[in-house]
Nanobody
């Protein structure tokens, strides 16, 4: 199983980015894909999740309203659209695959079976 992220880069505050996570090697269709981010000196944070089966989406409270997760099952790709970027969004963004999306107390809980290698997002003027 392989997850490959792309789409990161340097963007000015207020700008937008779309991250992609291309998956390969899965032998089952019923799984979920989540996006995490990790800023320097901080713990990795789950930000969004989508179920492959029905497209249900889940967002951590910290990003709700600015982040949109979507999927293209034909391409085995999950996207994360990030709008109104802020310097606090600067982080390495990782996608991950696992069995289910769970939100608890506004936080995303996700048991990770596979990680991608990450893509860097830097928000700076």
């Amino acid at each position: 199983v392989q997850l490959v992220e792309s789409g990161g880069g340097l963007v000015q505050p207020g700008g937008s980015l779309r991250l992609s996570c291309a998956a390969s090697g899965f032998t089952k269709d019923d799984y979920a894909t989540a996006w995490f981010r990790q800023a320097p000196g901080k713990e990795r944070e789950g930000v969004s999740c989508i179920r492959r089966s029905d497209g249900s989406t889940f967002y951590a409270d910290s990003v709700k309203g600015r982040f949109t997760i979507s999927r293209d099952n034909a391409k085995n790709t999950v996207y994360l659209q990030i709008n109104s970027l802020k310097p606090d969004d600067t982080a390495a963004y990782y996608c991950a695959a696992g069995p289910a999306c769970v939100l608890f107390g506004g936080l995303l809980r996700f048991d990770v079976d596979y990680w991608g290698q990450g893509t860097q997002v830097t928000v700076s003027s």
